[in-house]
């Protein structure tokens, strides 16, 4: 497949996924949620996260919330991506995706569909963006224990 089809393979799966998101609402119950804005582009989204019993693994992400077609798309194909993985594999994924938005790795087979971003990471000005739902998600671990008020965004402005 030449690099010119693989661009419009990546363009059409990211246009297909925010035109229909799979992962679009809230959780019920919430059991993390965390508001994010990208203010580069204007994107801004709401995460919520309902674990399983023993409050281990991700069962459901869920996402509200406006932005351009590549926020939108990231953050349901990483709704997708998060089912069954712990905090700790949730936020191994963060930094995976960060890299590989640098061009220094990909995601391995059972995840490749978040290699979709990858065509993204040619327009820097883009990578915010894509970026925005897994700093969200970040953010919604890490400041779960701190009294952060639930209407606070996040913004990735200093990536
Ligand atoms: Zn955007």
Not at 15 to 43: A, F, M, V, W
Not at 44 to 56: F, N, S, V, W
Not at 111 to 135: E, T, Y
Request: hydrophobic residues 35%; proline residues 4%.
């Amino acid at each position: 497949m030449s690099l010119d089809n693989l661009r419009d393979l990546y363009q059409q799966v990211i246009l297909e996924r925010y035109k229909k998101p799979r992962n679009r609402g809230l959780t019920d119950p919430i059991h993390h949620q965390q508001k994010g804005h990208n203010p580069s582009c204007g994107d801004t989204i709401e995460l919520t996260l309902k674990m399983d019993q023993a409050g281990d693994r991700i069962e459901e992400v869920k996402f509200e919330g406006e932005g351009c077609a590549i926020s939108m798309a990231s953050v349901d194909l990483m709704a997708d991506a998060l089912k069954g993985k712990t905090e700790a594999e949730a936020l191994e994924m963060v930094e995976e995706f960060q890299s590989m938005m640098r061009g220094e790795t990909e995601f391995p087979k059972e995840l490749r569909k978040l290699n979709v971003m990858q065509g993204v990471a040619q327009f820097p000005v883009r990578i915010k963006c894509a970026n925005l739902g897994w700093h969200t998600l970040k953010a919604a671990f890490e400041l779960a224990s701190d009294a952060q008020p639930a209407d606070d965004f996040v913004s990735n402005e200093s990536q």
